[in-house]
């Protein structure tokens, strides 16, 4: 009897369509994202500080290497539209997989393709504007010499004592600082561009364009380490379909010809002690086994998610060689690029583990801006007004109110002398009981995110 409630309570759920504000509340991520690379684009211009530095430094005397081995236009192909390009190929190809039933409207498959097309240009942009903006702004805040900074500088030796800033003042001028004014370069951004050395931005940013590149196909090609899925109170196969409300109705049908036979059936009805004791022996040996309940992906599929991290390696040493930065800099710009994936990917995609290659879902309609204190989040539809109403399933009550709830179970069987007529509980829970009668509370919050689909 529960569960048919709680199949007609998710039947007759509202359904999470697009809105207007929605599109808009995602139409202002994309300018925000867009006016921050735009910021960071202007920090690559204006004149960074200039650190003092030692004409006898060997650090910074490697000679200016006129062809980079990966040049700006390059490492803008390679991090911005060469994943744009692969994520959308994935997506109008191999989205949404599998598990989509076959009566499946084909408005539905092209909805979810285009959802999973913009998520993933939207994290890709998240990723490379967030290590490009804050790359910008540090490397003009340290103004730290470039390994190559004499040869750019071309410094006026003869009038070195002018400039001298720093060091020691005696007669060996191995150890004074000179600021950068004693340089000869006519061309001022060569000039300016040799002190943003702290942190290296092709590093930062081939890490945020490619790690997530990476991330984005281990997550689509079901690429991750072996592992056995926690068991959830209410997991199922529709928690990481494609459609679940048409997968549960195939399964309402099935079920309807279950009970049909089973009905018609004189000997044995399905609910009969030996009956249910088949049932679970057969599950429990095909999943007894840890070993049988996961197993390593194909090495080739590794091979592909891995190619792009691999490519990020190969732009960040390229610096090293190409005497563009010292070692530090390449390593924490490449951190910071790490980062900025990670987080980005994980902004807009479920865990590789537990994602089953999906991204999260729009927002809702009224928390398309802004969700505010006390809400769990800018997923969930349920109102206000009606959060605080109780929801009844089977005994359960789902309150959402920091209120006392009488419930309706206590009220049946505690009329017993001396028993209290009513019972409290704390703010936020749900009451249940088990099959004997006694009562425990879950979290209510928690249990609505069990029962979501």
């Not at 079901?222 to 109170?233: D, E, G, K, L, T």
């Not at 999943?287 to 049988?292: C, P, Y």
């Not at 920091?402 to 019972?423: L, R, Y």
């Amino acid at each position: 009897m529960s569960g048919s409630r709680s199949d007609h309570r998710l039947a007759t759920s509202p359904r999470r369509d697009m809105t207007v504000k929605v599109v808009l509340s995602y139409v202002f991520d994309w300018v925000v994202l867009i006016v921050a690379a735009g910021i960071g684009a202007v920090l690559d211009r204006i004149e960074p500080n200039k650190r003092p530095f030692s004409l006898t430094d060997p650090n910074i005397s490697f000679p200016f290497a006129e062809q980079e081995t990966v040049p700006t236009w390059l490492l803008v192909v390679i991090i911005g539209a060469a994943p744009a390009v692969i994520i959308a190929v994935v997506c109008l190809i191999f989205v949404p997989g599998a598990t989509v039933p076959k009566n499946t409207p084909a408005s539905l498959v092209w909805k979810r393709k285009l959802w999973e097309l913009h998520v993933g240009w939207l994290g890709l942009l998240l990723s490379v504007a967030s290590a490009f903006f804050f790359t910008s702004g540090m490397k003009n805040l340290y103004g730290k010499p470039r390994p190559d900074l004499l040869d750019r500088c071309k410094p006026d030796i003869e009038n070195a004592a002018r400039y001298v800033v720093g060091g020691f003042s005696g007669e060996n001028p191995l150890g004074r600082l000179y600021s950068a004014a004693i340089c000869t370069e006519t061309d001022s951004h060569k000039l300016d561009d040799g002190f943003r050395s702290y942190p290296s931005g092709h590093a930062s940013t081939s890490a945020a364009g490619l790690v997530y590149l990476s991330l984005f196909l281990a997550t689509k090609f079901a690429v991750n380490i072996p592992f056995v899925a926690p068991q959830a109170r209410n997991s199922s196969a529709a928690s990481s379909a494609a459609f679940p409300s048409r997968l549960q109705q195939q399964q309402h049908q099935h079920q309807h010809q279950h009970s049909s036979v089973a009905h018609e059936s004189s000997w044995d009805d399905g609910s009969s002690p030996v009956s249910a004791k088949y049932a679970q022996a057969s599950h429990n040996a095909k999943i007894s086994s840890l070993r049988r309940q996961a197993a390593a992906p194909p090495v080739y599929l590794l091979a592909i998610t891995l190619t792009p991290f691999c490519a990020s390696i190969f732009i960040a040493s390229s610096r090293w060689f190409d005497f563009r930065h010292h070692g530090f800099d390449i390593l924490f710009g490449y951190l910071m690029g790490l980062i900025t994936a990670v987080y980005s990917f994980r902004y807009y995609h479920l865990p590789l583990q537990a994602g089953a290659g999906w991204a999260w879902g729009p927002r809702s309609d009224d928390r398309a801006f802004w969700a505010g204190v006390g809400r769990l989040g800018y997923a969930d539809n349920v109102k206000d007004e009606e959060a605080a109403m109780p929801l009844t399933d089977g005994g359960r009550m789902a309150m959402a109110n920091d209120v006392e709830i009488q419930s309706h179970h206590h009220h049946h069987h505690a009329s017993a002398p001396g028993s209290s007529h009513m019972m409290q509980r704390p703010a936020n829970t749900a009451y249940t009981a088990d099959s004997y009668g006694h009562p425990h509370y879950e979290d209510v919050e928690m249990g609505r995110m069990d029962n979501r689909i």
